[in-house]
């Protein structure tokens, strides 16, 4: 086993610990107190109660057998069950296209059922959450996505350089003509394309790899010019701007969801899977709770993710819950099964073996039951 840590990012990088698992238990690291249970992922005190809910009936696609599912709004589903077993099918290709027809009028065909009913006037939109990039620009980063980005540009403008030089916000933009170096068009580098070979990337002569042109940089905050807010981690900008209320509401949500390491203006193309997936949490979490009501699903979320990233997963998804949203998860982590208001158990095996609902309820029913797979591996979570 090698252990990285401590922590993550900035407060990474280092070999916490490497050798068997007694050797990984000598040391303290975030690892070790996960696994000996000094750290641990607690059981809800209580299940939310359930007025709302939405009805899937008879889902036949693929391996479905006639399966008719109940999905608590206002709370956190959990839909589980082995590899095979038609989740996905019964998630992504019939109940997230037919509530978006539903909904929107759009998308894409849902897969064969027979109705959908229930209190869909209690959600006014559907969003699938996954792992993909949060932009497909190499100039998408976290600051932009959770537009904080418009409120730093509108402090900088504000500044009496900025104000001498005529500067409005947009030039505080790497994205637009006008403050950004335009020899790397605010990359802060240069591609060569190579016919044969990978394309190289070099460091911009013109503004050393800062994005903006000499008179933008010059334009400060405290001591700090717009590149050097990019290249601060979130828990930095946070202490930085603590007296700018619109900048920290919307940065707050990074630290919350366990992002405060990352850069502001770290390229997205940098981010793992988890991190893109924590940095859209991040973005509804700062909406706040609003009159629009959402329905998020999430295919795998924990995928790639450390207990202590999960942990603040689930304390995300219970934010959004508590701002008035609803969650559906497919999933196989038992710290996130034991942690939702309602399972929904698919199989009892996989293939033609599968496609069958095997229980639905709470974690602590699901236990009990005999003929579910996931019952073996729940149990001990809720001792």
């Known amino acids: 086993i090698i252990d990285m840590g401590p922590e993550a990012g900035i407060h990474g990088g280092y070999v916490v610990a490497e050798g068997n698992y007694a050797a990984l238990m000598e040391q303290d690291s975030l690892t070790k107190q996960y696994l000996s249970g000094e750290r641990q992922i607690p059981v809800p005190q209580q299940r939310r ?131 950004r170096c335009e020899n790397c068009k605010g990359e802060g580098e240069v591609t060569i394309e190579m016919q044969f070979l990978a394309d190289i990337h070099l460091t911009c002569e013109e503004c050393g790899g800062r994005r903006f042109k000499q008179e933008i940089l010059d334009v400060t905050y405290n001591g700090k010019s717009i590149y050097d807010v990019l290249e601060m981690s979130v828990e930095e900008a946070l202490s930085f701007f603590s007296k700018h209320k619109d900048i920290v509401n919307k940065l707050q949500p990074l630290q919350d969801v366990g992002l405060g390491y990352i850069k502001l203006g770290q390229s997205s193309s940098t981010l793992s899977g988890g991190e893109a997936q924590r940095v859209k949490l991040a973005f509804f979490l700062s909406k706040g709770r609003n009159s629009s009501k959402h329905l998020f699903i999430f295919d795998e979320p924990t995928t790639g993710l450390h207990f202590h990233d999960i942990q603040k997963l689930i304390t995300a998804f219970n934010a959004l819950i508590d701002n008035g949203h609803s969650i559906v998860v497919i999933e196989h982590d038992p710290d996130v099964i034991k942690c939702a208001d309602w399972v929904i158990d698919l199989g009892p095996e996989g293939g033609k073996r599968g496609g069958q609902l095997v229980f639905e309820g709470t974690p602590e029913a699901l236990a009990k039951e005999k003929k579910s797979a996931t019952a073996q591996y729940l149990a001990g979570k809720l001792a």
């Open 49 to 179: 109660r359930v007025d709302y809910q939405l009805v899937l009936e008879g889902a036949r696609q693929h391996n479905l057998q006639e399966v008719t599912a109940h999905f608590p709004l206002q709370a956190m589903t959990v839909v589980t069950g082995v590899s095979g077993s038609g989740k996905t099918t019964l998630v992504k290709k019939i109940l997230y296209p037919a509530l978006q027809q539903l909904l929107n009028a759009n998308g894409e065909k849902p897969g064969l059922f027979s109705d959908l009913t229930g209190d869909v006037d209690q959600i006014d939109t559907v969003e699938m959450i996954d792992q993909n990039p949060i932009g497909k620009s190499s100039r998408s980063n976290p600051v932009t996505y959770v537009k904080a980005f418009d409120a730093i540009r509108d402090l900088f403008a504000r500044q009496q350089q900025a104000k001498l030089k005529g500067l409005k916000p947009k030039h505080f933009s790497f994205n637009v003509e006008g403050g």
